[in-house]
């Protein structure tokens, strides 16, 4: 009788770059390639699987901040910092072209089906239609008022979805050149988008923790999740369009629609994934953290509806054994909703070049840059491996796709997955040996005892070029200190995205086996019940038991006051605290609710937001640059108007109480400019906001 194996666990982790990854991107075609983009300004091609890079692309001027493949997996496309668009040819190994237009950080990319147009995304809240072919911008699509997070293209390619920060989906008609539709229903950035297949059905994941279904002939929303997992970053539907693969932060959501049903719940483990994508009854998942990048598997065939025990009854599941399907143009769902025609029109490429709507004329600058091209380079790291993928013998297929096999699972520990999340793979950089990794093809073959020992040889390995210096190990009888494991200077910002405490090791806080645990002077014994652990590991956590009920009785109190309809002074109650934390959470709301915002509330934050930028903390810094942000946009022509206003003749109490109040919120603003100067050499995400916020200050000048 064959071994149990995990529904889920963990493939690999390994360094990607020599400074922090930006963003990735899984082929979705065979969900064995990846891309990754850094604030080194390189893009480097991976094989799922496997830790060596296979090319790396270099030619940008600034960190990379949005990569895509191609449709087929033969191209590959690069937004940068500055705005500037970079596409290369993977199988010949060299740059295609160089597109420039867009005045802000490029956030998201698409390629059209057919493979001669591809779509950008900005944080200038433009979206723009490029040929390739003819090197420039056809179109530029203007209705966002915030970045946008993602694009895709229908189908048939005659449409663009677009999802943006602002919250709203916008279907765009591209033949027309104008905006078809725009769907408000969601309550939060809108991360991730994806067509069904077959018919004409939109889904769409948010940060309010909901995946909404569009109806793409009515353009009503049809069926909407029950919003009981956190926010949706990624979504997919199953390659035949059976159900929608949801993923949030740690959890795997397959839902399905008409009815609205949640099909089952699979504990990952995964932290904050990115990028999820499906291959050989295989659920891939990819995320980064600081220069590391890992990658998790999920078996399909133990998950419903393709098998596995069900998270809830479900009266009507889908049929997974069906009849051989007809074409997709003839497939109808259960409604009769239409299906889209992906076969391309044979006449657009001989009467016209281009059949969408271009714009009068494309202002100079803007298009191939030439020199640009000309610094860029492919260095290929593994022939090998990108001779396998991109250059195969028979140029049918340019990815692994008709060799890969699925990635065998480890076995089952016997600990039920929905208790508890797969333990983490601990990247040891100490260790000499190399990792030893199976193929696919030739795991298949090998018998279950070499399986089992080729995984526990198998450990995520880095690049030589950008492995960490070693790390002496202590011997067990002496544990480390509390700060040898992860240490920092008081002057680093901690990053919000981390796996552990930073600054100290959560074993040294743990019974150790074998070792005698003395705790005020009393020695246990090491083969200590559950129990009696429990009470040693709660001894000595009063204090932080005092903070947590403080800061909740805090929050009680701001909440009272504020639900009791005086929101003046329930912010003043705030501020009195003295606790940036409370002063956080506040912010956090205040952020997603733009409308409770007028000068009373922005005179009593802004004296505290410059504490915020200038905090150790990563979140508690993205939380005051986006308040910043939100107080700019809105407020930044009325406070500059009103403080550069002429006298009035007359008595008027309301406009000097107006002047008044823009001048001390115009004060405030110049001073958090200055620590906005003095941080501008900051690299990564951080010095991204803060480049951000002082182009924004210009409304001021």
């Not at 039920?416 to 073959?445: C, F, G, L, M, W």
């Not at 001390?664 to 501008?680: A, E, G």
């Amino acid at each position: 009788m064959a071994a149990a194996t995990k529904r889920s666990w963990k493939l690999q982790e390994f360094v990607a770059h020599g400074s922090n990854v930006n963003c990735l991107a899984l082929g979705h075609k065979s969900g064995r390639v990846m891309v990754t983009g850094g604030e080194d300004k390189k893009v480097n091609m991976w094989a799922v699987g496997k830790p060596n890079c296979i090319m790396s692309l270099s030619g940008h001027t600034s960190a990379i901040e949005a990569v895509r493949f191609g449709n087929s997996e033969e191209m590959v496309a690069a937004g940068s910092m500055s705005g500037a668009l970079k596409i290369w040819d993977l199988e010949a190994a060299k740059i295609v072209r160089t597109l420039t237009g867009h005045k802000a950080n490029l956030r998201s990319l698409d390629f059209h089906p057919y493979g001669d147009f591809v779509a950008s995304g900005s944080l200038d809240t433009n979206i723009k239609l490029w040929d390739i072919k003819r090197k420039g911008c056809i179109f530029t699509y203007k209705g966002h008022t915030n970045c946008v997070n993602c694009l895709r293209f229908s189908p048939d390619g005659r449409w663009i979805a677009s999802a943006g920060e602002d919250g709203s989906v916008k279907l765009w008609d591209l033949t027309a050149g104008k905006l078809l539709t725009e769907l408000n229903d969601h309550t939060g950035p809108v991360n991730s988008l994806e067509f069904h297949p077959n018919e004409f059905l939109l889904a769409s994941g948010s940060s309010d923790r909901t995946a909404k279904y569009w109806d793409l002939e009515t353009f009503q929303c049809v069926s909407t999740t029950d919003g009981e997992c956190g926010g949706i970053r990624s979504i997919s539907f199953h390659p035949d369009g059976l159900c929608l693969y949801a993923a949030t932060q740690d959890v795997l959501k397959v839902y399905g629609w008409e009815p609205a049903r949640c099909y089952d719940t699979v504990a990952t483990g995964w932290g904050k994934v990115v990028d999820i994508a499906t291959a050989q009854s295989q659920l891939i998942g990819a995320l980064y953290s600081q220069t590391n990048v890992s990658t998790y598997v999920v078996d399909l065939q133990k998950v419903q509806p393709m098998g596995g025990v069900p998270a809830e009854p479900s009266p009507e599941p889908p049929t997974v054994q069906a009849a051989p399907a007809a074409p997709p143009a003839q497939r109808l769902s259960a409604s009769g909703r239409k299906s889209f025609q992906t076969d391309r029109p044979q006449t657009q490429s001989t009467k016209q070049q281009n059949p969408y709507k271009e714009e009068p004329q494309e202002p100079a600058g803007q298009g191939d840059d030439p020199e640009d091209d000309a610094q860029s380079v492919a260095d290929i790291k593994d022939p090998n491996d990108y001779r396998e993928i991109f250059q195969p013998r028979h140029g049918l297929s340019h990815s692994p796709t008709t060799t890969a096999q699925p990635f065998p699972a480890p076995p089952d520990d016997g600990i039920p997955e929905k208790d508890i999340p797969p333990p983490p793979v601990i990247v040891k950089h100490n260790t000499r040996q190399q990792p030893v990794h199976v193929p696919p093809q030739r795991a298949a073959q090998s018998s279950p005892s070499q399986q089992t020992q080729s995984r526990q040889q198998q450990q995520p390995a880095q690049p030589a070029q950008f492995a960490p210096p070693p790390v002496s190990q202590q011997p067990h009888s002496q544990p480390p200190a509390p700060h040898s494991a992860t240490s920092v200077p008081a002057s680093t910002v901690i990053p919000s995205q981390r796996e552990q405490p930073v600054g100290l090791a959560v074993e040294d806080f743990l019974p150790k086996r074998g070792v005698p645990v003395v705790n005020e002077g009393q020695s246990y014994p090491s083969n200590m019940s559950e129990a009696e652990a429990i009470s040693t590991i709660m001894k000595g956590h009063d204090a932080m038991v005092a903070v947590m009920s403080s800061r909740t009785k805090n929050l009680s109190i701001v909440r009272a006051l504020w639900t009791g309809g005086n929101m003046k002074t329930a912010l003043d109650s705030a501020v009195n605290m003295n606790d940036q934390a409370v002063i956080v959470d506040l912010l956090n709301v205040l952020i997603f609710k733009p409308a409770l915002w007028n000068l009373d509330v922005c005179l009593g934050m802004l004296p505290h937001l410059k504490d915020l930028i200038n905090s150790k903390y990563e979140s508690y810094v993205h939380c005051g640059c986006s308040a910043l942000k939100l107080v700019l946009k809105n407020f930044g022509p009325v406070i500059k108007e009103t403080v550069n206003a002429p006298p009035s003749i007359g008595v008027d109490i309301t406009r000097e109480e107006r002047i008044r109040k823009c001048k001390s919120c115009f004060n405030n603003l110049m001073d958090i400019r200055s620590t906005l100067d003095s941080k501008s050499h900051v690299q990564g995400k951080m010095g991204s906001t803060f480049r951000e916020v002082q182009l924004l200050m210009s409304l001021l000048e």
